[in-house]
């Protein structure tokens, strides 16, 4: 029979891995906005693959639970995707009416 200090940490795990989760999806969707925003080139191609591979181990997730460790190494692979794309992405000047 479970104690309740075991009920306890059980629970906390499963918020904490809830947060995470939110927090790794919505840089995940970052990354894949600021790639969608590249035009067709090798570039793009190589970092959809990347992002692809990146939303596979997040979904391994579901049969085990990532480490601290392991998060945080996936928060800082989706975040050089994201800047990779962001300079990636050539911006366009208005020229302002006189």
Same mark, same amino acid.
Not at 47 to 73: F, Y
């Given at each position: ?20 989760? $939110?927090?790794?999806?919505? $840089? ?34 579901? $049969? ?14 989706? $975040? ?19």
């Amino acid at each position: 029979m479970e104690t309740e200090d075991e009920n306890r940490r059980e629970s906390w795990t499963r918020v904490t891995s809830v947060r995470d989760r $939110a927090k790794v999806e919505f $840089a995940l969707n970052q990354a894949e906005s600021c790639v969608t925003r590249m035009g067709p080139t090798p570039t793009t191609r190589r970092l959809r693959l990347a992002l692809e591979v990146l939303r596979q181990t997040v979904a391994s997730w579901d $049969a085990v639970d990532p480490t601290d460790e392991q998060i945080g190494l996936l928060l800082e692979h989706i $975040a050089e995707v994201r800047d990779l794309a962001q300079n990636g992405t050539p911006t366009v000047r208005l020229k302002r009416a006189k």
